[in-house]
């Protein structure tokens, strides 16, 4: 029988070359995106592609529903992924905005989660792989919200490895650094209706950094990769006989990596500081 995984958030970027490495491998993938278009897109390219919103509840028990239908009540590899950005201060983040980043990032993340939970216990094995990022373990300026939920993703995970450990479940994080995407374009929204930046103490710091890099089109990030990377990761953690704990992608990850096991926390601020 084919491996089968459920991967969200496949409508660009990460999730959609991991749909097609995946499905290369020889994977029932099953493709899920947010917005019926992009899953109607999906479906003409030959997956199947579930309705799965992490802020609508519903569309996740449905979908999974759908998914365990086609499987016979099986399913090998969860791979969380679906996520949005709220680039911003974070004293200018609306509390109101930071709840959704949660909601859509966090909680939609563990609803999923404990509804597969079962169905891997019950079949005595099964890979929960969450996509995290650097920003899980290393805090830049001007990503607050974002990696607040990504420190609480690392944090969720890092205890489930340890409550499943006799399940035959394993939980494995893959922490990317910059690659390209579409987050940055779709953080676009978020941060026009969260964060009154015209009003902040920092409107200075605003029009001379995050505005541009919000807006305008600089090319590739230092050391940025292709989502590939990141599919090659996933690959391995779901082939491998021993997959990791945690699979770092990109320069910047290996040296966040490195930084903050030999660093003091106020040494890697003074370097965090420098990033505009």
Known sequence: MQKTILITGCSSGIGLDAAHGMRERGWTVFAACRKQADCDRLRAQGFVSPLMDYSAPETLASGLKEVMDRTGGTL??????????????????????????????????????????????????????????????????????????????????????????????????????????????????HFEKYVDWENSALRDRYEQSLLKRL?????????????????????????????????YVTVPTHIGGVLKRILTTRAIDRILARLR
Not at 232 to 243: D, F, G, N, Q, V
Request: aromatic letters at 8%.
């Open 76 to 189: 090998d590899v969860l791979f969380n992924n679906g996520a949005h950005g709220l680039p911003g201060a974070v004293e200018d983040v609306a509390t109101d905005g930071l709840r959704t980043i949660f909601e859509s990032n966090v909680f939609g993340w563990h609803e999923l989660t404990r509804q597969v939970i079962p169905i891997m216990r019950a079949q005595r094995h099964g890979r929960i792989i969450q996509n995290s990022s650097i920003l899980g373990f290393v805090a830049f300026p001007w990503r607050g919200a974002y990696v607040a939920t990504k420190y609480a993703i690392e944090g969720l995970s890092d205890t489930m490895r340890i409550e499943l450990r006799d399940s035959g479940i394993e939980v494995i994080l893959i922490e990317p650094g910059p690659v390209t995407s579409k987050i940055r374009e779709k953080a676009i929204p």
């Open 215 to 247: 807006y305008e089109s600089n090319g590739p990030d230092t050391f940025e990769l292709p989502a590939s990377a990141v599919t090659a990761k996933l690959i391995h953690a779901c082939e491998s006989t021993r997959p990791r704990a945690r699979y």
